[in-house]
């Protein structure tokens, strides 16, 4: 089975933090990919990447960052928490020439920023 | 550009009824189309999914959906609904080459015992 973990299920920052939201795949994906999801609004796309160093914005790039270092690894950086990014986050992964067709999610991150 | 919509945010049926989700789509190229299920405090995990061939679509848990581009529709269906299909249900759309997947807002199932 495709595994798409996520370090933290609960978060709590603080505004201003520097917040880290780590997400480690274990099937050789190609694809990965950080969403937002917030009530009444669905799942919005932060960032994606295609391949190790590669990225492209999303829909709601703004506040946001991505590393991606290694092909298993994608990480989404918050460079100064925000009282409006308390949020759930799910990273999600999938294969190069499946990007959309078979994404795999994680079990998602609820950050709640104080 | 590509969207969803999903009539309803919040359905409630009772343990045994019919379940019927609604999602319509806008799309000027042909779609992918899918539905995601999400547990509470869950990740998504994908029920079914259209991308090209049959438009009646079974899935996962007793569930189908059925691709009807004359009324870009592609709304969920279970005959016999079960207590533990309560949760969130969301649509998605996208297609070949496509730069996203775009969720619906999603829609809340609630089943009465």
């Known amino acids: 089975d495709v595994k798409v973990t996520q370090s933290s299920r609960y978060l709590v920052k603080r505004t201003g933090e520097k917040v880290f939201l780590e997400c480690v795949q274990d099937m050789d994906h190609e694809n990965m990919f950080w969403y937002r999801q917030d009530p009444g609004l669905g799942l919005r796309l932060i960032y994606f990447?295609?391949?190790?160093?590669?990225?492209e914005k999303g829909d709601i790039p703004e506040g946001y960052s991505v590393s991606r270092e290694k092909k298993e690894r994608f990480s989404l950086i918050l460079e100064s928490a925000s009282t409006n990014q308390t949020s759930m986050y799910l990273c999600a992964s999938s294969l190069r020439d499946r990007r959309w067709t078979e994404a795999f999610f994680g079990q998602g991150t609820r950050l709640t920023v104080v | 550009a590509q969207s969803v919509t999903q009539l309803g945010s919040h359905v409630s049926v009772s343990e045994g009824a019919l379940v019927l989700l609604r999602c319509n789509y806008s799309s000027s190229v042909p779609p992918y189309l899918f539905w995601y299920v999400q547990y509470p405090n869950q990740g998504l995990q994908l029920l079914l999914k259209?991308?090209?061939?049959?438009?009646l679509v079974k899935g996962i848990n007793g569930f189908e959906a059925e691709f009807k581009k004359s009324e870009t529709s592609f709304h969920l269906t279970k005959p016999s609904a079960h207590m533990s299909d309560a949760a969130e249900y969301f649509c998605a759309v996208t297609s070949l080459g496509a730069n996203n997947l775009f969720f619906g807002t999603g829609t809340r199932l609630t089943v009465i015992p």
């Open positions: 259209y991308t090209t061939g049959a438009t």
């Open positions: 990447s295609y391949d190790v160093k590669m990225k």
